[in-house]
């Protein structure tokens, strides 16, 4: 399951706080008074979702070949200060938890060090059928580093 890409700058950077992407607000992401649409924070969330994996080394295409898909499960998010078009918004992921089947990471979204959205979100792997699968080993060692408590 390896083959991070990374260095590339577009898929943003591993850091001692998680995964760290920078997120322009475009006029696409607000709704009519110009405040990003709570939508949208939930496809910047994904995005930091899957930069995180790619640049931890998990194949997404490799799964994908494999018959394995990640869903999420759950997803709790908490809005506290509104984001405007032309923020540049810092989306950091954590992974908090690692069972064999499923991960739970803490997601934000950060104007400067002032937390606008955050998200504790749940997701799952499904094979064929869409029955829930077990994380192979080689996800699992990848994930296991960045594991944090709390």
């Known amino acids: 399951?390896?083959?991070?890409?990374?260095?590339?700058?577009?898929?943003?950077?591993?850091?001692p706080e998680g995964h760290v992407l920078p997120v322009r607000v475009y006029h696409e992401d607000t709704d009519f008074t110009g405040v990003v649409y709570h939508g949208s924070f939930v496809r910047f969330f994904e995005r930091g979702r899957s930069d995180f994996l790619r640049l931890a080394g998990v194949s997404m295409t490799a799964l994908d070949r494999d018959g394995l898909h990640f869903v999420v499960a759950e997803m709790a998010l908490k809005f506290r200060r509104a984001a405007v078009f032309d923020d540049l918004l810092k989306i950091v992921t954590t992974p908090a938890e690692l069972t064999a089947a499923r991960a739970v990471l803490?997601?934000?979204?950060?104007?400067?060090?002032?937390?606008?959205?955050?998200?504790?979100?749940?997701?799952?792997?499904?094979?064929?059928?869409?029955?829930?699968?077990?994380?192979?080993?080689?996800?699992?060692?990848?994930?296991?580093?960045?594991v944090t408590a709390g």
Request: charged residues 20%.
């Open 106 to 146: 803490r997601q934000t979204a950060r104007r400067g060090a002032e937390t606008l959205v955050s998200a504790e979100v749940t997701v799952a792997l499904v094979g064929s059928g869409g029955r829930p699968a077990r994380f192979p080993s080689s996800v699992s060692a990848l994930l296991r580093p960045f």
């Open 1 to 15: 399951m390896a083959g991070a890409v990374s260095g590339d700058g577009v898929a943003g950077e591993l850091t």
